[in-house]
């Protein structure tokens, strides 16, 4: 019998905590300071919604779950490099990141520089220093899509779009390849190397994207809805922070009403992609319950 | 009859600037911004001492041309994005680079930092997508090679053991793991890389990454010495910086006629690793060579 999701998500992010303090370099080994500032922005933070997908995926696929947690530790390592350099006053400017001082007022902006520089090495090590398949020819293929889910084609092109669409009027389709970059790359990215470390046909990989795909927008319209509605004690980062910059959201664009329907709509397309895995796709089906239905 | 050694370096550093030119994203590929201030970054620009000596290393394992130009421009686009980032207002914040703008001054800080973020995933992109091996397995060891060259126990954390030192009395010995690690790394990721696309033994590569460690350091000596010399326009960097920074250098630690005999011993102990090689390894000679008698 399956455990409640509830349970289930307890037990893998904590499980998931204890790969990341495992796999990240320990605080008193040189450069300390740097190593400790890694570890601060990494560690006791966020819903890990990404190692979450990436568990699920696995389970679908038959994947030994060491092997998954280390794949979920690469995304999750980019994902927290990446709010890293955000925060910074050159970027968002932002203080304050899951409750807690951001990186460059924890320490300063030229340690949260290199912090989010090691941590993208350190994904790209740990990627390819485990064993994550049988076929190194296919562990290679892995390394390439998390590159390309984080470059200039994936999570970094979507920041620059971002960055270039701050006080103008974006049609809903440019704002959604802004998003299909920004966030939707690396939530994509997290499915399928967890899938990767088991073993699936190229068609039944193909629909597991589509599903990313779907969450991976579906995650940012409810951000949006969020962001305009929450306080920031809730939230744990700055509320309100996007639309005050002038940023288009789903919410400026659409209005409240409008953006939570497109997000039930995103979260249906979503499960049509599960049907031929059956019971095989239930923690998909909850966490795309869990991230159209979050309320922080 | 081989071709003498100026003709060699500047046919080298012509190839190479056509393999990165095909390599980078090009400028109207969106996000164009970001692509065209990726290519401003990298493109012609430098001395390619790293691709240079990836070369001359493939040349003497007898690796294909094309998987060398691969493995190089891989190490050069991870050297290029961190000065990108260490040019930066919250690291050295250099105005000149190259004899040209540094990325944040001619575009903006923001997309700098992005550029530095992108060049970075497309270094594994290249690594991971082109086959460079015949053996997966090896290949995926050549991106663990980079990724650790990289991080917080290779370059990065080189920059961070820097920061921490402004100000400063440094030892020797701390001087040189700052320097084994900033810039060092790099160096030996290159020549490693290189060979790795052809075939040497294990005792031939430790040899390869001794003469590696040696001109590794001996550049930066060598840099230092410059960088106390030389002005501006002939740096095409602004000179006497570090001095003015209050940071350690070969040259403050010993004076300048000292710095030049360290630079000569590890010439010396660098040519060493080489014999067994006989006249496979000239090249690397001729960069010995270079690489402490450079002018710039």
Not at 23 to 52: C, E, F, I, N
Not at 105 to 114: C, F, I, N, Q, W
Not at 235 to 248: Q, V
Request: hydrophobic share 45%; net charge negative; glycine share 8%.
């Amino acid at each position: 019998m399956m455990s409640d999701f509830p349970s289930w998500v307890s037990t893998h992010q904590s499980r998931f905590e204890d790969v990341l303090k495992r796999l990240l370099p320990q605080a008193d080994v040189t450069p300390q300071r740097l190593h400790a500032a890694m570890r601060y922005s990494v560690l006791d933070g966020g819903k890990r919604v990404r190692p979450l997908l990436a568990y699920a995926a696995g389970e679908l696929s038959g994947a030994p779950i060491e092997r998954v947690g280390i794949a979920a530790a690469a995304v999750e390592l980019i994902h927290a490099y990446s709010l890293v350099h955000d925060d910074m006053p050159c970027m968002d400017d932002d203080v304050l990141r899951r409750g807690k001082p951001t990186c460059h007022v924890e320490y300063d902006e030229a340690t949260a520089l290199l912090v989010g520089d090691a941590l993208q090495s350190l994904a790209f090590q740990l990627l390819s220093e485990h064993p994550l398949s049988g076929d190194a020819a296919k562990q290679l293929q892995m390394v390439k899509l998390l590159a390309v889910a984080s470059g200039s084609r994936g999570m970094a092109g979507g920041q620059a779009i971002d960055l270039a669409s701050v006080g103008k009027q974006l049609t809903l389709p440019e704002l959604e390849q802004m998003h299909i970059h920004k966030t939707g790359a690396l939530i994509r990215a997290a499915i399928l190397l967890g899938a990767h470390c088991g073993d699936l046909e190229q068609s039944q990989l193909d629909k597991l994207d589509r599903y990313g795909k779907c969450i991976g927008l579906a995650f940012q319209v409810v951000d949006d809805v969020l962001d305009s509605e929450a306080d920031t004690a809730t939230l744990g980062k700055t509320a309100g922070k996007d639309a005050d910059n002038d940023k288009p959201t789903y919410v400026t664009l659409l209005g409240v009403q409008s953006a939570k329907k497109m997000a039930a709509e995103l979260q249906q397309e979503a499960m049509d992609n599960l049907v031929e895995f059956g019971d095989r796709a239930q923690r998909l089906r909850e966490l795309a319950d869990f991230i159209v239905m979050r309320k922080y």
